[in-house]
């Protein structure tokens, strides 16, 4: 396990490297403005892109679930097509479709007993 894997160490040790930035303002007076404002800038450019990414794959996560849970239905339309150049493609996007789907459900079986183990 990272710290990237859990977002209580991933926030301990973002608290950590900002209890160390302002220790070293305190004790160390040489640091210029400029300095000052380059980390304040990397700490919240820090912070804003982990709680984005974070937040982007929960709604691609929610999305890729949401599709798989209708999958069947647009399976079900793609082997009812006539067999010309269209429904062959319909097949083919579908048989992709439900690898896709495959793929992410075992995933989230394995994550899932991975947290049962723990």
């Known amino acids: 396990m990272t710290v ?3 977002p209580i160490l991933m926030l301990l040790a973002f608290a950590t490297l900002a209890v160390a930035f302002f220790a070293a303002l305190r ?3 040489a640091i210029s403005i400029m300095a000052l404002v380059v ?6 450019m820090f912070g804003v892109m982990y709680i984005g ?3 982007v794959g929960i709604v691609m996560e929610h ?3 949401k599709r798989c849970l209708t999958a069947h239905e647009r399976q ?4 009812a097509a006539p067999n010309d150049y269209f429904g ?5 996007a579908a048989a992709e479709e439900a690898k896709t789907c495959a793929d992410f459900a075992a995933r989230k079986k394995a994550e899932e007993q991975a947290k049962r183990r723990e």
């Open 39 to 44: 980390a304040v800038g990397g700490l919240v």
């Open 88 to 92: 062959k493609q319909l097949r083919e």
């Open 53 to 55: 990414g974070t937040v």
């Open 63 to 65: 999305q890729t679930m």
């Open 27 to 29: 004790y160390f007076k």
């Open 4 to 6: 990237h894997d859990d």
């Open 76 to 79: 079900a339309k793609a082997y």
